[in-house]
């Protein structure tokens, strides 16, 4: 999504549009690609073993030298489920929640759930001129509330990793409202911003990890809470910076400095009117068909590396430094 300023923020925003903290003249045009469901987002899938009441159990059973290719003997792969996974946008605020592939055995919606809570929490918490912003604990209860909701009688099994970020305000040295973007992580998603105008990344969450292949999560049995474990940064806008919010699906397959060429190039495509025709557009009042085609192409090119067996991706550097032997793109 892309920071607007006056001159490209929509004069007249749909009535059923969220604002829950808006800065004068400022808004986020989005785009929202996403992979259908049926294809595996982490690997190595499936695990052999169902959740347990141990935590670790479930996410080390799995059998690393499992083809992780998209098909096998030229048939699509349709029956791996992954989890839940889940994206939440708005004008003010967006998330991505990846669902961890060991519960899918299990009814889960841990994901959808933690973000469904959390943008109720801004909802109710976060007015306009709101002085206060306190991320961390919008996430805590959020998180709280899907446990209550995931326990008996209903006893959902899941974990969730969470990455978020809410557009708001700060007052500058002169007392004219900011842009000011507060983003919590919590696991190896990861938000990013990118400031075309100096073509750098500005800002990047850490990932955070137990050990290889098991980042922190939030959920059945997990040791992991918000706020105790959740990581919040204040990064300061200016108008036209993009911010991605991204899974693993893309971290695994695209290291940043692509990430960051791949925006840029199709920032320029799109500039110098060459764009490939864009499908799958979010609703008309929140989309922007120029953050449409650079968020296809990026999903586009970590695709292209997942489906390559012989590829080389962050995920393969990340386990040959573990000692295992995995090679090419990681689904």
């Known amino acids: 999504m892309r920071l607007c300023g006056p001159h490209t923020a929509s004069p007249h925003p749909s009535p059923s549009t969220t604002r829950v903290s808006p800065i004068p003249h400022f808004d986020l045009r989005l785009a929202t690609p996403y992979v259908p469901n049926g294809l595996?987002?982490?690997?190595p899938p499936p695990f052999l073993s169902p959740p347990s009441s141990s935590f670790s159990d479930p996410l080390t059973t799995h059998s690393l030298s499992q083809d992780k290719r998209l098909s096998v003997k030229g048939e699509l792969i349709r029956g791996l489920n992954n989890g839940d996974d889940a994206i939440l946008v708005a004008e003010n605020f967006l998330?991505?929640?990846d669902g961890v592939g060991?519960?899918?055995t299990r009814p889960c919606g841990h994901a959808a759930l933690l973000l469904h809570f959390w943008g109720l929490e801004i909802e109710r918490r976060l007015s306009a001129n709101a002085t206060t912003v306190d991320p961390v604990e919008y996430l805590q209860s959020a998180y709280e509330e899907t446990v209550r909701a995931t326990s008996s009688p209903t006893e959902w099994q899941g974990t969730t990793t969470s990455a978020t970020a809410l557009l708001h305000w700060t007052l500058g040295a002169d007392g004219v409202q900011k842009p000011l973007l507060y983003v919590t992580n919590l696991g190896d998603c990861k938000i990013m911003v990118i400031?075309?105008?100096e073509e750098r990344i500005l800002f990047r969450t850490?990932?955070?990890w137990h050990?290889?292949?098991c980042p922190m999560q939030l959920g059945t049995n997990s040791i992991d809470t918000p706020r105790k474990d959740a990581v919040m940064s204040q990064v300061a806008l200016q108008e036209d910076d993009i911010v991605l919010a991204v899974s693993d699906g893309v971290m695994d397959n695209l290291w940043e400095h692509e990430?960051?060429?791949n925006i840029l190039d199709s920032l320029h495509k799109w500039d110098n009117g060459r764009p490939e025709t864009v499908d799958l557009a979010p609703p008309p009042d929140l989309s922007n068909d120029r953050m449409i085609f650079v968020a296809r192409e990026l999903l586009n090119a970590a695709l292209t590396i997942a489906q390559d067996p012989f590829a080389e991706s962050p995920y393969m550097e990340k386990a040959i430094d573990e000692g295992l032997a995995i090679e090419g793109g990681m689904l």
């Open 40 to 43: 595996p987002a982490r690997s």
């Open 95 to 97: 998330g991505v929640d």
């Open 102 to 104: 060991a519960w899918a």
């Open 195 to 197: 400031r075309p105008s």
């Open 206 to 208: 850490a990932e955070q």
């Open 211 to 213: 050990w290889f292949d």
């Open 259 to 261: 990430v960051l060429k």
